[in-house]
T-cell receptor, first 114, second 110 residues
Framework: DTAVSQTPKYLVTQMGNDKSIKCEQNLGHDTMYWYKQDSKKFLKIMFS???????INETVPNRFSPKSPDKAHLNLHINSLELGDSAVYFCASSQDFVDSYEQYFGPGTRLTVT | RKEVEQDPGPFNVPEGATVAFNCTYS??????FFWYRQDCRKEPKLLMSVYSSGNEDGRFTAQLNRASQYISLLIRDSKLSDSATYLC???????????FGKGTLLTVNP
């Protein structure tokens, strides 16, 4: 069974559209994250939720809105997509946000904005 | 200055070689350090934590030098399967946020 899963795996869309990426983890972890990996392979955290509560909100345009319906799910909604949003988005989870050194990553969603 | 800096490589080495990567960090309050591995077009995975006393896991040895603010990863007897990007990662105290370096690309050639 996949520990951290994301859908879709690939997403190609036009500028100005709104899209969502879903993430689910079946590890029973308390904390989930969204990362963005750009074309230069730089992996940067965007958001983190602990038990459905937002605990990390980096400097990310407010067109990006995370939603955590329960602690096993963390979705990412992006409004008014721009070319610069093209990247690979990784979801991750960890057992406890205080001792979160091992984060388990999903397979990534490759977003291409045209 | 970036919080975590790595030599991006690429490193091209033959099978059986020993290769070392270094990583420097700018925030002396950083407390926890790790090496993650990312295969091409895959997700990052934890390779090993880095302890102050240094630690070894098979062919992999990690070292931490707090005075000079750098960590290192040594891979002995390189295998083809070691080809990947190695990410230096730090965590500050009770701040659960992980900060990733840009990674060092290693290619092990037959």
């Amino acid at each position: 069974d996949t520990a951290v899963s994301q859908t879709p795996k690939y997403l190609v869309t036009q500028m100005g559209n709104d899209k969502s990426i879903k993430c689910e983890q079946n590890l029973g972890h308390d904390t989930m994250y969204w990362y963005k990996q750009d074309s230069k392979k730089f992996l940067k955290i965007m958001f983190s939720y602990n038990n459905k509560e937002l605990i990390i909100n980096e400097t990310v345009p407010n067109r990006f809105s995370p939603k955590s319906p329960d602690k096993a799910h963390l979705n990412l909604h992006i409004n008014s997509l721009e070319l610069g949003d093209s990247a690979v988005y990784f979801c991750a989870s960890s057992q406890d946000f205080v001792d979160s050194y091992e984060q388990y990553f999903g397979p990534g969603t490759r977003l291409t904005v045209t | 200055r970036k919080e975590v800096e790595q030599d991006p490589g690429p490193f091209n080495v033959p099978e059986g070689a020993t290769v070392a990567f270094n990583c420097t960090y700018s925030n002396s309050a950083s407390q926890s350090f790790f090496w993650y591995r990312q295969d091409c077009r895959k997700e990052p995975k934890l390779l090993m934590s880095v302890y102050s006393s240094g630690n070894e896991d098979g062919r992999f040895t990690a070292q931490l030098n707090r005075a000079s603010q750098y960590i290192s990863l040594l891979i002995r007897d390189s295998k083809l399967s070691d080809s990947a990007t190695y990410l230096c990662v730090m965590q500050r105290g009770s701040n659960y946020k992980l900060t990733f370096g840009k990674g060092t690309l290693l290619t092990v050639n037959p």
